[in-house]
């Protein structure tokens, strides 16, 4: 499985981005991808999660801000990110797993929201 994240880049705060992350290969038609995020100088944590069948979870930090939805016919899932702070800052990974698998991870696309 191959996963490609688009769509960081700098804002300010109060801004808004949108993260697409775009799976190919054999994904499965029931998988769990995921958002994480790794702050400088920080453990990566999961941002949010959302199943094939459309159930989410966020992390408390995240919520009432961030949505996670996911395209199946396309493979791919978004992060809407709102109200954007400076303790968003950092990379941001997609994931997907699959049952019988180890995670597959993709590259980092980059958040940075400036004071």
């Known amino acids: 499985v191959q996963l490609q994240a688009s769509g960081g880049g700098l804002v300010q705060t109060g801004d808004s981005l949108r993260l697409s992350c775009v799976a190919s290969g054999r994904t499965s038609s029931i998988n769990v991808m995921d958002w994480y995020r790794q702050a400088p100088g920080k453990q990566r944590e999961m941002v949010a999660s959302?199943?094939?069948?459309?159930?989410?979870t966020y992390e408390d930090s995240v919520k009432g801000r961030f949505t996670i939805s996911r395209d199946n016919d396309k493979n791919t899932v978004y992060l809407q990110m709102n109200n954007l702070k400076p303790e968003d800052t950092g990379a941001y990974y997609c994931?997907?797993?699959?049952?019988?698998?180890?995670?597959?991870w993709g590259q980092g696309t980059q958040v940075t929201v400036s004071s």
């Open positions: 994931t997907l797993r699959r049952v019988g698998f180890g995670p597959s």
């Open positions: 959302i199943s094939s069948g459309g159930r989410t």
